[in-house]
Structures are given as C-alpha cells and as structure tokens.
C-alpha cells in the first residue's frame, strides 16, 4: 500500500521559504512519477510541479516558475518542494501525489494522495 506523507507547512510572510517534504513508503517508485498540487478554498485543485523518480522530467507551473524548485532523495524515498519568494496568492493546501508511469499534470491522472500540509502566506 503506497503511502505519502507530507510535512514542512507552516506560516510565512510574503517574501519568506519552506521547504516541504513528502515521504513515500510502499513500494518501490522507480518507475513513479511525482507531484505536488495544491489547493485554496472555493477553487479546483491545480498543478505546481513534478517529478520522475528516475530522472530527467521536471514540470513546473508557470506561477511557481523560477520561485519553487522540487527535488528527490532516492536513499530517504522523499520528495521536496522548495518554495522560495512566496505569495499571498500562494496560500493553499499542498498535496503530494503519485503515479506509476509518465509524468502529468492533472491530478485525475494520479493515483496515491498524500493528507496536505497547510500553506499560509501573510501579506
């Protein structure tokens, strides 16, 4: 049974970072790919990035562009989201997901969500 476990959210002003993480256990994910959503209050769950555990696919949201950076530890099976020069527009909850095979941006496309870490941005 895959399970992610998000950590890292927390309080910010505008202008500040965190960094979250999202731990996966149970199975192998070589072959996954893995991604980072979030979602505000009243609005749809949209892509910010993500990754395939082998290598060589990253995809970015253009509002996250240039600002996050997402990364993976293969010996800790974890998965990182660095968000630098944060918004307001930036608050959400932030899901970890995955999925066996090619990297998408849809979340109808993954398979595994982790709980969310709550994001908030102070202006």
Known sequence: QVQLVESGGGLVQAGGSLRLSCA??????ITYAMGWFRQA?????EFVSAIRWSGG???????????FTISRDNAKNTVYLQMNS?????????????????????PARY?????????????
Do not use: N
């Open 57 to 67: 696919s990253i995809s970015y949201a253009d509002s996250v562009k240039g600002r």
């Open 86 to 106: 944060l918004k307001p527009e930036d608050t959400a909850v932030y899901l970890c997901a995955a999925r066996d095979g090619t990297l998408y941006t849809s």
């Open 24 to 29: 996966a256990s149970g199975r192998t994910f």
């Open 111 to 123: 398979d595994y969500w982790g709980q969310g870490a709550q994001v908030t941005v102070s202006s």
């Open 41 to 45: 209050p009243g609005k749809e769950r």
